[in-house]
């Protein structure tokens, strides 16, 4: 089954870095870019950005370039997003998503994982 | 950036009924729309690909049309596990932006 697997829930302080995971498990990782969305407290989706495992080429939304770090390591088939510092609003349910195809549709998601930072 | 307007922000509908969402960008996507739903607690799920092509899996009454800037996405005789919040989503150029998202009622 193509599955996409997150880490688990974080809650963490203002100020802290966090580092959070997406490991795909049932089809070729490296040939599929992935995505990672954000969905803050009853707010809708926002595209943040998408890496190509196959050579690490990174495209950020510019709203989250320099706020986020989107990175892989195609050896363990797992994706990578970071925050060197937290604010309480990064609080936010945060998706990856395989996006597949010539049209480039988020095809397979992983469940979220819940970040919530306290200041 | 591409904004994606969605239209309605909300809308209530009673099982059986046939309901229509709209999706307008600010310039052509050719085919590069999709539509995705959303219901509390589960991951996005990805309904309608390339304007109009229904995904592996999703029932036959969600279907999609349009091309260019102005998309839909109709339910036809709904049912009480539609009750979600529909977005459509462009891929034509980065950041691949969303909708402000529709909340149906059931």
């Known amino acids: 089954e193509v599955q996409l697997v997150q880490s688990g829930a974080e809650v963490k302080k203002s100020g802290e870095s966090l580092n959070i995971s997406c490991e795909g498990f049932?089809?070729?990782?490296?040939?599929?870019?992935i995505a990672w969305v954000r969905q803050m407290p009853g707010k809708g989706l926002e595209w943040m950005g998408v890496?190509?495992?196959?050579?690490?080429?990174?495209r950020y939304s510019p709203y989250f370039q320099g706020q986020v770090t989107i990175s892989v390591d195609k050896s363990v088939n797992t994706a990578y997003l970071q925050w060197s510092t937290l604010k309480a609003s990064d609080t936010a349910i945060y998706y990856c998503?395989?996006?597949?195809?010539?049209?480039?549709?988020?095809?397979?998601w992983g469940k979220g994982t819940t970040v919530t930072v306290s200041s | 950036d591409i904004q994606m307007i969605q239209s309605p922000p909300s809308l209530s509908a009673s099982v059986g009924d046939r309901v229509t969402i709209t999706c307008r960008a600010s310039l052509s996507l050719s085919y590069f729309l999709h539509w995705y739903q959303c219901r509390p607690g589960k991951a996005p799920k990805l309904l309608i690909y390339g304007g109009f092509n229904l995904q592996s899996g999703v029932p036959s009454r969600f279907s999609g049309s349009g091309s260019g800037s102005e998309f839909t996405l109709t339910i036809s005789s709904l049912q009480p596990e539609d009750s979600a919040t529909y977005y459509c989503q462009q891929s034509h150029s980065t950041p691949y932006t969303f909708g402000q998202g529709t909340k149906l009622e059931i």
């Open positions: 049932g089809y070729s990782f490296s040939r599929f870019w």
């Open positions: 890496i190509y495992p196959g050579d690490s080429e990174t």
């Open positions: 998503a395989r996006q597949d195809g010539a049209e480039r549709t988020m095809d397979v």
